[in-house]
């Protein structure tokens, strides 16, 4: 057990390496298994939700070897289980990208029910429905997911909602479905276009990722590759957020810079200064920090997964910010924990007012989510004194040496491990 301690008013200064993309990962990895050989994966971040996916392939039979820090070689030749352990994916979301790529790969798969985050309901009805249109079974009882086909087939399917996992879901399967797959009303993100080159770079053929719809010829065989994950939108802009929010100077290497424009348009409207490279962003924020309202919405949109950073930074920007949440019921829980520094935020719903204060004081919080942990990172690096951040694992799940990456930037933040009693006294 450990909490994070953050100690704050220092401005971030230098510059920090961004990983691969969470996201993009967790769906690559589950995605070897539709070749019966090797593939190389390189820029794989460091995190637990990408260690647990590859826990889960070595004990479905997979043979997993680290080459180095963050390239791993997945051999799934002698992978001859369709039941992911339950134990390894029941707390986990993209343990279900198994479902897809196992019925490709199969014809039958059995996953728990996804875990993850809480943002209220989080239904997987888009899932079922895709796989249901390729020709596949569902039942699901005493919390697993039974999936089952004779044979896939090409389909017209479309979503009735956007869907980040059901459209990788989908596509996992629908890669060996026989025939033609067309996907209309589909997520655009980065990630997906990423899976849709990493399975063409497997022998598949899918055209169209990045745009409203994906058309998808099966294909009978496929096999390994080597390929390199995109780096991470949402890390790069959390640090993008955290020195606007903080102030100061720090350029963020090793990023898209196409991916982060959502999260730049919003930051210069706060007042930070950004500059572009080919792979590299600059962000300098030396002036006060001005409001902005947001909405967040699927790609291209300003993503959902950037609004807790940008309101633990909106509680000191002058003025009255309103951020409407459009992806999720529930989102702003860490709110709750920004008002004990002393932010003022209501929350209605989906909106949230942020009032600007002056300071905000450090305080004992706990991270609630991924990026709410991250929300409070952000906030105890701008806060006076020092902020004890509890459920670290959280922000362990997405961010890859948290500390150590917060640090090279100028930031006074350190692991705190506590013994188990010592933790049950501090609750
Ligand atoms: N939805 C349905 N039915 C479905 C699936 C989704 O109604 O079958 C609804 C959801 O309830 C939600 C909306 O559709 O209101 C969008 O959900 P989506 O399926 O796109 O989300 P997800 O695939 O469960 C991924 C990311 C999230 C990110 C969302 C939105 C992964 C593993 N997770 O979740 O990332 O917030 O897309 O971009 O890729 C994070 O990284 O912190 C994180 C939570």
Redesign the pocket.
Known sequence: MKKLIVKGARELSGSVRIGGA??AA??IIPATVLARGKCVLENVPEIC?TELLLEMLSEMGASIRKIDRTTVLIDTTELNSHIVPYELAKNM??SYYFIGSLLGRFGKACVSM?G??N???????????GFELLGSEIQIDNGLIHAASQSLSGAHIY??????????NVMLAAVRAKGLTVLENV?K?P?IVDLANFLNSMGADVRGAGTDVIKIRGVDVMHGSNYAIIPDQ?EAGTYMAATAAVGGDVRIENVIPKHLEPISVKLRETGAEITEGDDWVRVVRRGPLKKVNLKTM??PGF???MQPQMGALLTRAKGTSIITEG???N?FRYTEQLARMGAHITVDGKVAVIEGVDSLSGAPVHAC???GGAAMIIAGLMAEGTTEIEDTLYIER?YEHVVEKFTAIGADIHYQVLPERDMAEAR
């Open positions: 969470k996201n967790v769906a939700d979301r993209a996804p993850g985050c943002f209220g309901v989080r239904p997987i009805d888009q899932h079922i429905k979503f009735d909602q956007v869907s980040v996992g059901a459209t990788i997520a993100e990630h949402i699927p790609h993503p959902t997964d992806v999720w019921d989102r989510d991924l990026r997405g």
